[in-house]
């Protein structure tokens, strides 16, 4: 059945399309970033592998102004970020009443909603610039509060880079913070951005098209960044490396062929875009070797990562063998003191703020010659029992 025909339509819809999950279907156009089979995800045309050991600053500036700053520009974003960067003060009491073994995924929802409520100002740029200078301060508080580790909350440091205000609230004992601050920047900036359609990126600008405000439609993204399908997938992909066991390549290669034959994911490798493996899994495998060649589960990764794809590449129907983004994320947080895989989404969410919000603006403000994309309304097609009445 043919649903369209317009002349300059850029697809065919048929059946086929429908209750697919709007896959490969058209419904807009993305000023930050795109994904390629080769290169993977693009930052407004730069190959994420040219990016990802810039400052997060800066490619939170670069998907906002879509273009890099220039080193004045960078200083002033920075001081901008800063001036926007204090969080109100009944955020912890909320914080305080959730309760603990709640993943952190929804702390992170409740705690950007609630900044939403006590600092929101109703300005769609302002609200996602605030919200971005607020995270990292949230994310230590989050930390700190489900831990139960509520005493002796270091002040914000607003004149320190955003990865370093999380780290200094965190104040974790017995841990290079350079080394995590690098780590996590390197992180930041690979996951900020992936096209338009991926479902929490979706999920916002959604919640956004209906003028809810910034913080309530990031914290719907977030929700959707939730899912053991989406973002929780790096979770996943780390509790796997540790099941694994060994670095010796005979028994990654007896453990990778078993997980397969009781029909369960290779984690960390296949892709729904990318023919190749994904550059930010080869930035964070450079950035391993030279941070933590030895670590144990450095070893097993580094060795998965040439006997996965080799295996998986039986399998004809598999199209992508190679190494996905998530091989290794879990691997280096955990090396640099942040062990705990149930927080590894919100790193995720974290950096994704940047990308959706910046999202969020060029929708409600720059599309349409500024009028921005009217409010989502996608078709749905009646199925017969509820035409029964027409009867
Ligand atoms: N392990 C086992 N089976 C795999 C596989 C893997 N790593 N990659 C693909 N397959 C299977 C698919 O499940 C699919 O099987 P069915 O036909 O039975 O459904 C078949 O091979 C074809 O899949 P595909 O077209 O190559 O890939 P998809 O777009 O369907 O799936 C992905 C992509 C990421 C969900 C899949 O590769 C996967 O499950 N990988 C393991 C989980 C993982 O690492 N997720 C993180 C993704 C990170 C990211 O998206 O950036």
């Not at 302002?126 to 949230?138: H, K």
């Not at 990126?201 to 309530?216: E, L, M, Q, R």
């Not at 790193?347 to 921005?372: L, N, S």
Request: glycine share 10%; with cysteine.
């Amino acid at each position: 059945m043919r649903l369209s025909g317009e002349p300059e339509s850029l697809l065919e819809l048929t059946t086929a399309h429908l209750n697919s999950g709007l896959r490969g279907v058209p419904v807009g156009t993305c000023r930050t970033s795109f994904v390629t089979p080769d290169e993977g995800v693009h930052y407004c045309g730069y190959p994420i592998g040219e990016l990802a050991m810039l400052a997060p600053e800066d490619v939170i500036y670069l998907l906002y102004n879509k273009e890099l700053p220039t080193l004045e520009q960078s200083v002033s974003f920075r001081k901008d970020l800063q001036s926007r960067g204090a969080i109100p003060p009944g955020i912890e009491e909320v914080l305080a009443s959730l309760p603990r073994n709640g993943h952190p995924m929804d702390w992170l929802s409740i705690g950007i909603h609630t900044l939403g409520m006590l600092s929101g100002t109703g300005n769609w740029s302002d609200d996602a610039l605030n919200l971005t200078a607020q995270m990292p301060r949230l994310m230590g508080l989050i930390f700190r509060y489900r831990e139960g580790r509520t005493e002796g909350i270091p002040d914000d440091d607003l004149n320190l880079p955003l990865v370093g205000r999380f780290t200094h609230t965190l104040d974790l004992q017995d841990v290079d913070k350079a080394v995590m601050n690098r780590i996590l920047s390197t992180y930041l900036v690979l996951h900020m951005d992936h096209g338009g359609g991926n479902l929490s990126t979706f999920a916002g600008k959604a919640v956004a098209s209906g003028h809810a405000s910034v913080f309530a439609s990031l914290a719907g993204a977030m929700n959707a960044l939730s899912g053991p399908l989406h973002g929780r997938a790096n979770q996943s992909c780390f509790e796997f490396v540790k099941r694994i066991g060994t670095s010796d390549p005979a028994e990654v290669e007896r453990f990778v062929r078993g997980e397969l034959e009781a029909k369960r994911p290779v984690f960390g490798f296949g892709h729904a875009v990318l023919r190749s493996e994904d550059p930010r899994a080869a930035a964070q495998f450079a950035l391993g070797e030279e941070i933590c060649p030895d670590d144990e589960y450095f070893r097993t990764i580094r060795v998965l990562r040439e006997v996965a794809p080799r295996v998986l590449s039986e399998n004809p129907k598999i199209r992508n063998p190679n190494a996905n983004v998530d091989i290794a994320s879990g691997t280096l947080l955990n090396f640099v003191g942040l062990s705990k895989a149930e927080y590894y989404t919100t790193f995720f969410g974290w950096a994704r703020v940047a990308g959706i919000g910046a999202q969020i603006i060029d929708e409600r403000t720059v599309m349409r010659g500024g009028k921005g994309v009217p409010i989502y309304r996608p078709k749905y097609i009646a199925e017969e029992q509820s035409l029964r009445h027409l009867d």
